[in-house]
């Protein structure tokens, strides 16, 4: 399945970096989500984007900080972490607001250090 | 507030055994209803769905899903099992906000089978 993607795959990051997760969805979707998925956890979801607008900010620090430039891009953006952080985050798509399919990328796993 | 709840975190089955994985959930209104499977190292990948109407719903790789309002449930089932199905299998339930739709998924179920 190559509708969704999400670059890198796999992250490590110290405490003090800055670095930023990128999705991509060639589905012509009009809605994109970050979830995070933690070992023994149901899958969070942390923001919602219709049409380039977030409509859902899921109480998530700010430390973590979505850009939407299009519908088709998604981008997290993550400085000073801290090590409970450290999960595999999840992209996915639905063709808009009222469509009730998402479709997921394979995720990056991200270890914070 | 929706909830799921998927009571067998793992489950072990022999290769060509049926399978059952169980999904209860907690909703106010008819429920969108959603199974979705995840390979190690993976995304989700969504196996089937039930919106409305027949409440027997096919999906991808021979599964299949039973939605029953009076259980509040929606199982998974396969009637012989693969090797290649050994994986994580979520359900969730979907809903509308202001926002725009939401799903909230189950804490999931490992499936492991034996050859």
């Known amino acids: 399945e190559t509708g969704v993607t999400q670059t890198p795959r796999h992250l490590v990051m110290g405490m003090t970096n800055k670095k930023s997760l990128k999705c991509e969805q060639h589905l012509g979707h009009n809605a994109m989500y970050w979830y995070k998925q933690s070992a023994k956890k149901p899958l969070e979801l942390m923001f919602v984007?219709?049409?380039?607008?977030?409509?859902e900010n899921n109480s998530v620090p700010s430390r973590f900080s979505p850009e939407c430039p299009n519908s088709s891009h998604l981008f997290l953006h993550l400085h000073t972490l801290q090590p409970e952080d450290s999960a595999l985050y999840l992209c996915?798509?639905?063709?808009?607001?009222?469509?009730?399919?998402?479709?997921f990328g394979p995720g990056t796993r991200l270890l914070v250090l | 507030a929706q909830s799921v709840t998927q009571p067998d975190i793992h489950i072990t089955v022999s290769e060509g055994a049926s399978l059952e994985l169980r999904c209860n959930y907690s909703?106010?209104?008819?429920?969108?209803l959603f199974w979705y499977v995840q390979s190690p190292g993976q995304g989700l990948q969504l196996l089937l769905k039930?919106?409305?109407?027949?409440?027997l719903v096919q999906g991808i790789k021979g599964f299949e899903a039973e939605f029953k309002r009076s259980q509040s449930s929606f199982n998974l089932r396969k009637p012989s099992v693969h090797w290649s199905d050994a994986a994580e299998y979520f359900c969730a339930v979907g809903f509308f906000t202001g926002g725009g739709n939401k799903l909230t998924f189950g804490t999931g179920t490992q499936l492991k089978v034996e050859l």
């Open positions: 039930y919106f409305s109407g027949d409440t």
């Open positions: 984007y219709n049409f380039k607008e977030q409509t």
């Open positions: 909703y106010g209104a008819t429920p969108y």
């Open positions: 996915a798509s639905s063709q808009g607001p009222s469509e009730e399919t998402q479709y």
